[in-house]
């Protein structure tokens, strides 16, 4: 009877020491994981939509060497207007001090006025509907700083209600393995070619008179349209060698 007693105790003994070896385990796997979180916090910084624009506007300006991004490249409306007007100052002065900026844009025709902004500013601009360009709105700051917009719902024409900032140059690195593919790839447009298809296809170029009524539909100055629709693309340039 002692014996069956003492076993018992025994067991009882071991699930006890088992249970605090657990106990131990868990609490130590628990300190950890709030220890990432607290890293994680300090690391990405969720932004609300003026702060979002905020920081987008700071980190062009301290850009020291390169910009790259996607962008919705929607006309901007009420408030967007004037963080658009600092985002395109901000570009200027990128560009006097040579610093390379490069912007993906949804292929759509009503795209093309922020893309006529961002180029007048200095921006080399590029059109493309791949899904790295219509579902995703980022800019990534001197190959170190992430910047990444998010709509309240799917869609590429929803507005960006928050965003966050990552300073990571590994995810840096993988965005930009994937951007150069889109921005080198077939079906990517620079935004004077995108400008020139609309103007063939709509008959104007062929008419050379009354640009004002794509002009209005697209808000670009018709100045623009004339100086766009008087370059010679690869293949006119070769038809006139061979005249």
Known sequence: MLSVELAL????????????????LHLKEERSRQKLITEMGRATKVLSRQEYFNEVISSLQEAEKSVFGCITGSRPEG??????????????NLKQRNVSV??????????????????KSGAEVRYNNCVLVNDMRY???????????VPEVTGEKEPTKKGYRIPSRGIAA????????????????????????????????????????LA???????????RINEIKTVTEMKEDSHV
């Open 79 to 92: 408030e967007e207007s004037q963080a658009v007007n600092s985002i395109i100052k901000a570009i200027g």
């Open 102 to 119: 490069r912007f993906l844009v949804p292929k759509f025709h009503d795209r093309l006025h922020v893309g006529y902004l961002y180029s």
């Open 139 to 149: 800019m990534v700051v001197d190959d170190k700083i992430v910047l990444i917009g």
């Open 216 to 226: 209005r539909e697209l808000m670009i100055p018709i100045e623009e349209l004339k």
């Open 9 to 24: 105790l025994l067991v009882e003994l071991f699930l006890i020491i088992v249970t605090i070896y657990l106990l131990t």
């Open 174 to 213: 993988i965005i930009r393995e994937h951007y150069d593919r889109c921005w080198k790839g077939r079906i990517t447009f620079k935004y004077d070619d995108c400008v020139k298809e609309i103007i063939s296809s709509s008959g104007e170029g062929e008419k050379q008179v009354n640009l004002e009524p």
